[in-house]
C-alpha cells in the first residue's frame, strides 16, 4: 500500500516567486492536512481538506492557500515568497476527517533565496 | 490555551539509558495524545499514542505517562539505541469535543543517544 507522496521533494525558488506543492494521499485516505515545520517551531498547522472542503484552517496569511481535488489529491500553494517560507511542508492523510492516526508524506523542502 | 509544551528542546543520552521527553497543556478538552517519531529526509511517524482514561501505555521500550489532573504527559524510552537518535514530537487533538480532531503540535525534541 503506497504512502503519502508529496512532489517535489526539493525546491528553490527567490522572493515574490509562488510554488505549489502537491500531495497523493494514501488510498481510501479522504482527509489531507498540511503543514509547516521550522527548526524551534515544530510542525505549525496551516489547514485541512475532507472532500475537497476546507475544514480547518490555521493562523496564516492568505499567501497561503490549497485546495483538495475529487480525487482526493491536494495542492498548496504559496504566492508572494518570503524568506521566512523556507521550510519543510508536510503534508498528511488519515482516512476521514474523524479518524486520529495521521501518516505524514516525507515533505517537500522548500528554499526561498 | 491551544499550545503543547515540549521539552527539553535538545536530549543526549548513552547507549542503554532511558530517554525522558516531557509534554504540557492546557486545554482540557484534548483528548488524544500521540507521540511521532522522525528521522532525518523523513515525515514524521506515529509512534504510540494515548487517551485519558489511562494513566500509562506501554509498547516495547516506548511508554506513555499520563497526569490527567496535572495536564501533563511523556514519553519514556527504556533502554535507549543509537537508532533511536530522532527529533520527537508529542500532540494532542480534541476530536471528540470538536468534532474537527484538529492536532497541535509541540515543538520537537532532538534525540541523540550515544554508542
Known amino acids: 500500500k503506497a504512502g503519502v507522496t508529496q512532489t517535489p521533494r526539493y525546491l528553490i525558488k527567490t522572493r515574490g516567486q509562488q510554488v505549489t506543492l502537491s500531495c497523493s494521499p494514501i488510498?481510501?485516505?479522504?482527509?489531507v492536512s498540511w503543514y509547516q515545520q521550522t527548526p524551534g517551531q515544530g510542525l505549525q498547522f496551516l489547514f485541512e481538506?475532507?472532500?475537497?472542503?476546507?475544514?480547518n484552517k490555521g493562523n496564516f496569511p492568505g499567501r497561503f492557500s490549497g485546495r483538495q481535488f475529487s480525487n482526493s489529491r491536494s495542492e498548496m500553494n504559496v504566492s508572494t515568497l518570503e524568506l521566512g517560507d523556507s521550510a519543510l511542508y508536510l503534508c498528511a492523510s488519515r482516512r476521514s476527517a474523524g479518524a486520529n492516526v495521521l501518516t505524514f508524506g516525507a515533505g517537500s523542502r522548500l528554499t526561498v533565496l | 490555551q491551544q499550545q503543547v509544551k515540549q521539552s527539553p528542546q535538545s536530549l543526549i543520552v548513552q547507549k542503554g539509558g532511558i530517554s525522558i521527553i516531557n509534554c504540557a497543556y492546557e486545554?482540557?478538552?484534548?483528548?488524544?495524545f500521540p507521540w511521532y517519531q522522525q528521522f532525518p529526509g523523513k515525515g514524521p511517524a506515529l509512534l504510540i499514542a494515548?487517551?485519558?482514561?489511562?494513566s500509562e501505555k506501554k509498547e516495547g521500550r516506548f511508554t506513555i505517562s499520563f497526569n490527567k489532573s496535572a495536564k501533563q504527559f511523556s514519553l519514556h524510552i527504556m533502554d535507549s539505541q543509537p537508532g533511536d537518535s530522532a527529533t520527537y514530537f508529542c500532540?494532542?487533538?480534541?476530536?471528540?469535543?470538536?468534532?474537527?480532531?484538529?492536532?497541535?503540535f509541540g515543538t520537537g525534541t532532538r534525540l541523540k543517544v550515544l554508542a
Open positions: 486545554n482540557t478538552a484534548f483528548d488524544y
Open positions: 494515548i487517551r485519558p482514561d489511562v
Open positions: 500532540a494532542a487533538s480534541d476530536g471528540t469535543t470538536s468534532g474537527t480532531y484538529k492536532y497541535i
Open positions: 481538506y475532507f472532500s475537497e472542503t476546507q475544514r
Open positions: 488510498s481510501g485516505h479522504r482527509s
